[in-house]
C-alpha cells in the first residue's frame, strides 16, 4: 500500500512485445489464461504464474471462489522498475493487464499487491463514473484483507499501513460527498475508509464477516464486473446477505456529505497504536477476526 501514490499515477508501456504461448492456471474452480509478453526476462517468466497463483488463491479465499469462471491475464512489459500499473477490463472474457519491468527481480513479486487489487475488481459490478469510489475502495481494501488472510503480508503491517493511508480519504476544504469528490484521494482511500466503516459496524451489528459476508452474498446474486449496477442495487443486494442495512445507511450518510471520521477514535477502539497492535482494546477481538485465516465464511 505504501507505493499506491506513485503506481497508480500512470502507466508507461515499453515496446511491445509478442505473447508467449499462454499458460493456464485452475484457481477457486475458475480458469485463468495467462498470457506473458516474451520479452520478459526468462526467470521473472518463470515466476509469474506462481505469483499470479498465490494472488488469485487469495482472492478466492476471501470470496469463497474466484469472481469469474473465467478471465485472461496478460501480463505486459513496461518502462521503469517492479510492477507499473493495472488495469481490468469486462470482457467477455474479462481481462486484467498487468505492467511489469521486463527486468524485474522475481523477489519483488512477492510484495506486489496491484494482481490482488485487480483481482478483487471482478467481484463487484461496474458502477456509474460517480460510484467509482466504492470500486475502487472495495478493490483497496479487500485486497489487503485478502493477502493478510492468506498468509502474503502480516496483519500487523496492514493495520499499521492502514491507519498511515487512511488519513487521506478524509474529506478536504471544498470537498463534498463521495459522490461529489473525484479526487485521487477520496476515490481509493475515501472508498477504502467506507469499507473499514462498514466491515466494522457490520461485525458490531451481528454479522460475524462482516463485509466479506455482504460482498459474498453480491457475488452470489450475480454482481460481478460482467454486470452494470446502480449502486442502490449493489449495497442493497450486499445488504441483504447480512440481514442489515449498514451499507445502504453508510452511503446516505457520507454520499453528499464531506462526514470527517474520527480515526483517532476508531483506531483505539481497534487497538492499532502507532506501529504495534493493542490486544487489550475493546474490539481488537473484532480486528484480529477480520484478518484471521480461519474467519467465518
Sequence with gaps: MRRRTALLAGLALAAPGRAAAPAVLEVGGSRLVLLLDDTLAPGLRAAVPDWLAAAAQAVAGYFGRFPVPA?????????????????????????????????????????????????????????????????????????????????????????????????????????????????????????????????????????PAGLQQALQGLLAAGGSYAAAWDIRRVLATADAATGQTTLGELYAQMKDTPVRIDLDALWARLGVDGTRLREDAPLAALRRAITAADAPR
Excluded: K
Excluded at 130 to 151: D, F, K, S
Excluded at 157 to 162: A, F, K, M, N, P
Excluded at 165 to 190: E, I, K, N, V
Design 71 to 207: 478471465a485472461e491475464i496478460a501480463v505486459v512489459a513496461a518502462v521503469g522498475p517492479g510492477m507499473r500499473h493495472g488495469r481490468t477490463r469486462p470482457g467477455p472474457p474479462p481481462r486484467l493487464q498487468l505492467a511489469l519491468a521486463p527486468d524485474t527481480d522475481p523477489a519483488w513479486l512477492r510484495d506486489d499487491w496491484i494482481a490482488v487489487h485487480e483481482m478483487v475488481h471482478l467481484a463487484v459490478p461496474r458502477v456509474a463514473i460517480a460510484h467509482n469510489w466504492l470500486h475502487e475502495g472495495i478493490a483497496t481494501y479487500v485486497e489487503g484483507v485478502a493477502r493478510a488472510r492468506a498468509g502474503l503480508i502480516a496483519p500487523r503491517r496492514l493495520w499499521i499501513e492502514l491507519a498511515q493511508q487512511l488519513p487521506q480519504g478524509q474529506p478536504r476544504p471544498g470537498d463534498g460527498g463521495l459522490d461529489d469528490s473525484p479526487t485521487w484521494a477520496r476515490t481509493y482511500w475515501g472508498g477504502t475508509l467506507f469499507c473499514l466503516l462498514a466491515d466494522v459496524r457490520l461485525r458490531e451489528r451481528g454479522a
